[in-house]
């Protein structure tokens, strides 16, 4: 048998107020994909980061090899062999790829300087096996987010490391890029480096982990062979009950067009867009990275100024200039970018959650604190949202719950139209199933939904009608009843419907 | 032919002295048809006003003015326009004992002796309230670093013991020629000290800032001496609250210099140091005198 | 149990801290000198912060919504001109409202710079010091102004008044920053400044109208610093060009050592007036004791560093900081 | 990425172009307003112009790496004032008496080493308590300047050491011995931000410092060797200032600290961090120097010249959102 490369023993680690870490002890062998899994807050990213050096644990013990070690900082960790790559981005946007790639170890020449033949070389080596479409030079911040995962990916290949951390890597992903992500899982644990993978994503999960660890409010749960377990009991050991995860079949009674769009054209990022959303439906837009969704949401939320086409709201033209005049008529967004776009990080979980509706939620001149704390409860309890109260920090919350903030600070203002970019990136199994009820739920209510997603499973499982797009067109509609996951990956690398698609089942 | 004279002031805008100051000079120079100039400002700062002098020397004018921010520092500049035969003239506030071989002439009031007079005038108050022997006095000085500031605080500090040698400084603080900034030392003053018997400040702003604590705190029996006779000194004088200050014209400073620069240039002997005469003004004597423009 | 309690302090500390630091000074300089704590001594150095202190609520508008005011201190020399002037040339109850209407231009005209054209806000701010200076110097022609009969106008009452014993600017004082301090604490207003300031991007996409909120925190700033010139002028009914002058730089300490950040969405107007008593007492304090000027910069500059480490100490419960 | 820094410098910000703008203005306008019978644009004038930049152009230099890092330094002007002061009064001093004119180098020396370690004072405080560096800065420009104080109370600090002004004075190859270290200065940040790992970092640093910290980069020091970069910097302008000159005064270099910010801002160095280079910093310098002396050759009165300045800063920062806008199809945040 043998060793182990990394070994963690009864780990805690308290934050003031939180006991994020609870006695928690797992090892990963070499050449091992090991799967580390649990709700939102479950603590993950939390015993990532003890290990990664960022945290220093408040007890409990690592070992690498035989030896005990102390990770001090960031840098000790990797010259010991450990790779952490970030949940959330952890880039300098004003630099470039190769720069980030190796930020902080820059190699040097004489007089300190940058060997940058050096760098670029490595780099676009590095970049030539992850088959993306930049090279080294290109700024990062130019890059789509998906890109700049890709980025921070890289850097798990820069060192001869003996564990790779990855938290969340395809939180932002789309599937093409995940082929490659998983070449290079592949890649790392032939050559014997142990690899730890925190997901959400079941499909993933079984697809490239050996073993799966699990973590529940911060204990340890219990570690099972990939081979020996399906998704349900992993489901139940971390929360504790059974889900569905069935293809949406029902169709709920439609209403009359809530919103339409003829003709929308937005500069390059997309053109001659058109499709309506009735009350009751949920409409899914399925498509590749760079594919113009978002851009269509935003110009729908008086984001973008559209170059040509019209909006019709209940069958009215509508011009929407501003966010707040979208709102004004019934449209809510939940954006992609929670941290950049959905969140005011140092604010705290109430007051983000009713910031759209400050305004209306007035007694005399003040804010009625007291209906902002009934909004904020009845939707921490609806989206579970694991929080000490509202009194705490949304920046301090995991990644997961920060996004049941923004989903429940949308749903709390009652749109006729709700968009939702990417809504359960980053989301628990079971609330992501909560939230697709919800979603549902909404829709028979009469709400129009649009979900925008990158997560096949995710847009078959809610929507009534598919809207694929391609490079800023949309290529074909599905009904849910006629959708099969060829075709849908055919349109969406621009293969339209008339050429024919081998069915495999 | 016309002569072209360059000027380079210390600081316009700061106080209304040095704005009446720039504004007589142009004044003067264009009521002279012989006389075109050009007017610089060096807002307090003396690489700028270095690069100033540079720049009329690169623009070749046939006599250079200038209000030096620091009276050592601009020596060398000096220097170089005297190696381009231009004549300078220097005034308001002299330069250093080393610059004086490369200037023609200095124009402008005496400092030190205004301290000292302010110090004269403060004792013979005194002196007619019978207090010389025990009163107290509480100094304001100007901006720090100001040669104005320094000369005149220095002129007081040497002067009033030779007068009155009874009468002690019991502190000193600047009011950095604001008089806001002076009422608030002022109102310090008034709390820490139950005896204060005069108030001598750099200047008329600070003199009156002073005065206006004092009024606000009851205290009415103190004796104010300023410098640099503003408009309002000047009324604070006529109403009976402030009792002396020196007079010192802005105007006659610019023409002064403006003549010296045309006298020069003329060909005239003018002597080195030009002192033009700043009398004492009391609540006495102000009659003599008219209201200060400034 | 002893551990309880230290965690108990350090929670009060942490939320505090600054409070502590005011104590903490108050005390040693009542020890140096007992007139410091004397009533006409903390109505004096009241009055006076007053001025500081007005604008320093309004600046704290300004910073918690993410930019920086650089030009209220000239701004305050603007008011001051304007309202002498016109005061005695259309009376002052129409001087009055006149100077706020120009002054308030002004902050319209920076709001609408930063807020809907988006400059930088430093920068903007550094370049209307330099031209309101401009603007004050051509519209006085440098010169002093001063009211010609200063007994006889009701003029003085903001500067020189009291009302039930408190000087007027005190009560000035109080009553802008608790009408401001509630503006910002628990208006819908207020929450969007945090909002705007915290992360502009995320205010935007929740329908906030940045542009707005930005322009009317300087509409706010300029707001205060108009009453600040009114206070001003009518203190000492007379004014020079630079009454001002270096104001902006004590107003962000204030600010700033209240505890707001630089980088926007944190500070409260309380702390702010706790900032600018510190300053005040201090200045006043090191002046009761006779310290020489310079003295005074060395031991502002000490005690500037300190209470501030100290507050921010306190909130991450750590002496030093964790920076690598 | 290197090879186009120039290029790139060159390209970005607005303040080339507004370069442009001035000296096609003052030269038009000098024809018509100027007394002097030389145009604006003569040789002799620029070169003049170039050695006039160079005391705030020098801590510019600094000012850039410190901005990019992130940081600010609100305490330059006092540091130079307190370098001049070094410098000047150290040749007074009865141990270097036996030196001559040896003493230059050895106070050159002196001054500069505490321009560093007041620089790198900063530094440490920022690091060790984590208060943010405009506070520590702003309160060490108020502190720095009462040490300029207590050295010789209000009088200005003097020595006039001709040896050491002609040396200032001098000319080479037609530019003034101030000019150089502009120059040198230029070149040598340019070297050390664009081509070193510390230069790199310091962007890294500043446009992510999370990101800086997860990667290894050890922050602390590393902003503190930038603030005694400055400090020194700092000390170099009033060195090379000062030799000329020969006196300080105590008020000497205040407000230096805006004039820089200001340079360094219209050069196209973010506030925030993370973005600017020190050929954008040059630009920035040359155009608040071109337009001193602009208004000063078209005789524009004080109070003209402050509305100008402050008019014009912002003109160009309209002008460089203008160019930098990236259409109709951008975002509406
Ligand atoms: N710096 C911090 N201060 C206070 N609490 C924290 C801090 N960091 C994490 N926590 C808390 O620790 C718990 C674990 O968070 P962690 O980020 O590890 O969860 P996670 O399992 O990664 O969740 P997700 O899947 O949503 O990313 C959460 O309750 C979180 O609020
Ligand atoms: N290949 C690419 N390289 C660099 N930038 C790209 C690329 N494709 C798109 N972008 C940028 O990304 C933005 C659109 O990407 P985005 O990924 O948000 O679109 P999307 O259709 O919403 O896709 P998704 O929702 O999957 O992220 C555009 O603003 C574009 O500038
Ligand atoms: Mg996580
Ligand atoms: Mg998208």
Redesign the pocket.
Known sequence: MTDPVLRLENIVKT??G?R?LDGVSFSVMPGEVHALM?E????????MKVLGGIHQPTEGAIYIGDDRVTMAGPLEAKAKGIVFIH?ELSLAEELSVAENIYLGELPRKRFGRVDWATLTERTNAILGKLNVGFDARTRVGDLSIANQQMVEIARALTVDAKAVIFD?PTASLTDAEKVVLFDVIADLKAGGVGIIYIS?RMEEIFRITDRISI?RD?QYQGTVNTAETDEESVTQMMIGRQLDLSRNASHHQLGEVAIEVRGLSCGKLYTDISFDIRRGEVVGFYGLVGAGRTEIAETLFGLRRPSAGQILLGGVETQIHSPDEAIAHGISLVPEDRKGQGLVLGMNCRDNMTLPQVDRLASGPFVAEGEEIKIFDKYRDQLDI??PGWRQKVG??????QQKIVIGKWLSMHPDVLIVDEPTR?I?VGSKSEIHKLLRELAAQGYAVMVISSEMPEVLHVSDRIIAMYSGRIIRTFRSEDVTEDSLIQAISGIGPGAQATEVA | ETMKIGITQNNVGVDSYQTTYEKAFIEAAEANENVEAVVLDAGGDVARQIAQIEDLIQQDVDAIIIWPTNGEAVIPAVRKAFQADIPVIVTNSNIAEQGFDFVKSFSGPDNITQGARSAEIMCDKFKEMGIETEAQVVHITGQPGYTTAIERAKGFEDRLPEVCPDVTIVDTQPGDWNREKSQQVMEAFLVKYDDIDGVYAGDDNMGVGALNAAKAAGRDDIIFVGATNFAVGYESMAAGDYWGSIYQSPVDDAKAALNTAVDVLSGEDVPFLNYFDTPKITQDNMDEFSKPVF | MAAMNRKDLGEFLAKQGILVAFAVFMIAFTMANQKFISIDNVFSVVRSSAILGIMAVGVTFVVISGNLDLSVGSMMSFSTIVVLDLHDKVGPALAIPLMFLMTLCLGAFIGFLVGYLRLNSLIVTLGMLSAIHGLTLTYSGGQNMDIADKEGTWFSVFGQGTALGIPVPILMFLAVAAFLGLVLARTPFGRKVYAVGGNGTAATFSGIRRARTVFTCYLISSGCVATAGLIQASRSLGSQNTVGQGLELEVLAAVILGGASLLGGSGTIFKTVIGVLILGFIQNGLLLMGLQFYVQFVVTWIIIILAVWLDIAAKRGKLWSSIA | MQKSTVSKALKSGAIWGFILLELIFFSIAGEHLSLSDTAFMDGENMLLLLKQSAPIGIIAMGMTIVMVNGNIDLSVGATFAIAAIVLLDSMTWPIFAGLGDGVIPVAWLLALTVGTLLGALNGLIVWKTGVDAFIVTLGSMLGYRGIVFMFNGENPTSHLNWTLVDFAEAEFLGFATATWFLLGVTLVMWFVMARTVHGRNAYAIGDNREAAVNAGIRVGPHMMINFAIIGFLAALSAVVFYSEAGSVNPNDGQLYELWVITAVVLGGTKITGGAGNVIGTFGGVIAIQLLRKGLGHIGADTSTVNLAVGLILIAVLFLDKQLNLKGKEELKV
């Open positions: 934050f003031p939180v994020a649990g939102n807050g479950a603590g993950k990213s939390t015993l949940q969340e959400h973590l911060g694991r929080t301090n919350l995991s990644g997961g719950n980053g628990d």
